[in-house]
């Protein structure tokens, strides 16, 4: 049975007889996933249990970079709120860290935080720093590469940005937390495309869980066709939205069964289609990560360790997927 199977389903247990209609969390987790939370940051195998973990704070972006054979090899990761460190999974030491704080200041003493950040194809690591409010890019020395100014119309070092991305044709998609809104850069900096997160009529409600409502967008990919797959943060939905900016897709709250979507967080596209959506701060009956596709909107697979992980898990990534992955 998947661990989540829709219909009636006829059980027998000690000579009685139930029926159940809707989802039910019938098994363990079949993807294999990194992620944080509890204080540790950790690999889960695809039963549900802990294969490799080491004590960790939280985090708001992660990558898992593989060797030529396609095995993760290292994990880059924030340290604390101006750190990014690349880690050996193999002995669990640093071995690779830039400090934002410190290093290629224009201001030394301006605060800075790091919610994103991205190893590049060419082996620099883009960042995303929020106070300066600018993209950097780095080489592996430290060295500045390159750095390009963010629009932000309520600047805090807290909620600049949230994920950033650099997309193939060398912009940059950024979500701006505190703005609400998703913007793409070009190469210079100029703002060549704008969404603000629709508040659909509603008033904000502060909070972190499903009774909170805003527009604090976490997440943006670009779709193969064009799109822009945005998960709204705590707008609770994962909305499509066209170069033009139409709506031609959503997930809303409480759409999908027995499941409550909170502070929506990350995206990630598998190559089958599927979208596996980040459900974050969404308490102890709902899960951490949930798989879906978007064509029926079937739950076909969820992440539900709210009891290993706690109620804060921002981010994650799959390691068994083989093919290209939006992320």
């Not at 490799?52 to 880059?76: F, L, R, S």
């Not at 460190?85 to 224009?106: C, F, H, L, P, T």
Request: glycine letters at 10%; a negative charge.
């Amino acid at each position: 049975m998947s661990r989540y199977s829709n219909g009636l389903v006829v059980c027998c247990l000690l000579g009685m007889v139930c029926s159940v209609s809707g989802p039910l969390f019938a098994q363990k987790t079949s993807h294999r996933v990194v992620t944080q939370g509890n204080g540790k940051l950790a690999i889960v195998d695809g039963q549900g249990d802990i294969e490799w973990e080491m004590p960790w704070g939280g985090i708001h972006d992660i990558h898992v970079i593989a060797n030529e054979a396609g095995q993760p090899q290292t994990v880059m990761v924030q340290q604390g709120n101006h750190r990014v460190v690349e880690i050996n999974i193999a002995n669990k030491a640093i071995v690779w860290q830039y400090d934002s704080s410190e290093q290629n200041r224009d201001a030394p003493g301006e605060k800075v935080e790091i919610h994103a950040f991205q190893p590049l194809d060419n082996g620099d690591v883009m960042i995303a720093e929020s106070g300066p409010a600018r993209i950097i890019e780095v080489d592996r020395e430290g060295k500045l590469v390159k750095q390009i100014p963010l629009e932000v119309d309520r600047p805090h070092p807290h909620t600049d940005t949230r994920l950033a991305r650099k997309l193939t044709n060398g912009n940059y998609l950024v979500c701006h937390e505190g703005d609400g809104k998703v913007r793409q850069y070009d190469g210079r900096g100029k703002v060549v495309w704008e969404y603000e997160i629709p508040m659909f009529g509603r008033e904000p409600k502060g909070g972190h869980g499903p009774e909170s409502f805003g527009n604090k967008v976490f997440g943006a990919v670009q779709l193969n066709n064009g799109n822009i797959l945005i998960a709204t943060g705590n707008g609770h939905s994962v909305i499509e939205v066209t170069p033009e900016k139409e709506i031609v897709w959503s997930v809303t709250q409480n759409e999908l069964p027995n499941i409550n979507l909170a502070w929506v967080t990350t995206l990630e596209v598998l190559p089958n289609g599927h979208y596996v959506i980040g459900n974050c701060h969404a308490g102890p009956d709902n899960p951490l990560l949930v798989e879906i596709d978007p064509k029926t909107k079937r739950v076909v697979w969820v992440f539900d360790e709210f009891e290993t992980f706690g109620n804060s898990v921002p981010n994650s990534q799959l390691l068994d997927v083989s093919g290209e992955v939006i992320r």
